[in-house]
């Protein structure tokens, strides 16, 4: 039997998820405790040269990926626990080869980051186990003979109910998509789409495997309007940062008006698309891509990247 979504149940679940973030930060061991050794950062120093600075930078200060020390790092990371760290470091990292590192080799770099962030030294390794789980990285006393100023005056914020997605995550995950299937309209007829579903059988409008052909096609452009309308609030969450770790705009004039334009023509192609017209859904493409496009000139589309990938990724963000 399923269990039932409601507010109530929601509100439940975040008070949890809260309430076990904070006993993390509260109890227990922190990184400022002397968790990993000299020798151990060294290794990770070597690591990061060769597989981390290419995108964080050569100081950790961040440039195609988010600050990794100072105020960006524990904005983001504050209460977490270093397992937390070290499970993203072994399994999403680096970003052009996720995976590729083991679990002692994500140590190593956990273990540099805390140096590089003032956290003092040691006399164990910092581990690749689970007890990893159970040390909090909180903004600590710094040692400031191992870090330079620009990193050194870091009492960490108090953990916040920050969005865990960033920019680039919410843009791939609910707008993107949405947009691209109503695109899709330009060049199938949504009312051609049959309900119904045969495992190995294509099929023009469908999300995943297990939910294709459950509507009609007509209806999935409905839903994609719905999620462009609705989601755009989701641009304006404050606290989001981007892909490279700067926060998102939220307060700028310019960043609400294009938010606002999107949402307008999420409603627009709603509209268009209630009324089973593909010529409808058609033009309002155009105004979809129009909002888009103003939006990725000034915040998105930036000058200065590499020929394997022109757009400088380490500017978005800031107009």
Avoid at 62 to 73: E, I
Avoid at 246 to 273: H, I, T
């Amino acid at each position: 039997m399923h269990s039932r979504w409601t507010p109530a149940l929601a509100v439940a679940v975040v008070t949890t998820v809260g309430a076990n973030w904070m006993v993390i930060a509260q109890a227990g061991r922190t990184a400022a405790d002397g968790v990993y050794t000299t020798a151990q950062a060294q290794r990770g120093q070597a690591l990061y040269t060769t597989e981390c600075l290419a995108c964080h930078g050569a100081t950790l200060e961040g440039g195609l990926g988010p600050p990794l020390t100072g105020t960006g790092f524990l904005r983001i990371w504050n209460g977490r626990s270093l397992g937390d760290l070290v499970d993203k470091i072994e399994h999403t990292m680096p970003a052009t080869k996720p995976g590729t590192l083991s679990r002692p080799q994500a140590a190593d770099l956990a273990a540099h980051i805390l140096q590089v962030g003032g956290f003092k030294t040691g006399a164990a390794e910092l581990p690749a186990t689970a007890a990893l789980g159970e040390i909090a990285i909180r903004g600590a006393t710094i040692d400031t003979a191992a870090t330079s100023p620009a990193n050194s005056a870091v009492p960490g914020p108090p953990p916040v109910a920050l969005p865990p997605g960033n920019m680039a995550q919410v843009m791939r995950g609910i707008l993107f998509p949405s947009s691209n299937l109503i695109f899709n309209v330009q060049n199938q007829d949504p009312g051609e789409q049959k309900v119904g579903w045969s495992p190995g059988g294509p099929t023009a409008f469908s999300w995943v495997d297990w939910g294709a052909g459950i509507y009609s096609g007509w209806e999935l452009v409905d839903y994609a309007a719905i999620a462009l309308a609705e989601s755009t609030p989701l641009l304006l969450t404050p606290g989001r940062r981007c892909e490279n770790g700067k926060p998102v705009p939220v307060e700028r004039a310019d960043w609400v008006r294009y938010v606002d334009q999107l949402a307008e023509a999420g409603r627009a192609a709603y509209r268009a698309s209630q009324s089973r017209n593909r010529d409808a859904v058609a033009e309002v493409t155009n105004q979809i891509a129009d909002a888009c496009l103003q939006c990725h000139e000034v915040y998105r589309d930036k000058p200065g990247g590499t020929t394997d990938d022109p757009s400088n990724k380490a500017a978005r963000c800031a107009p």
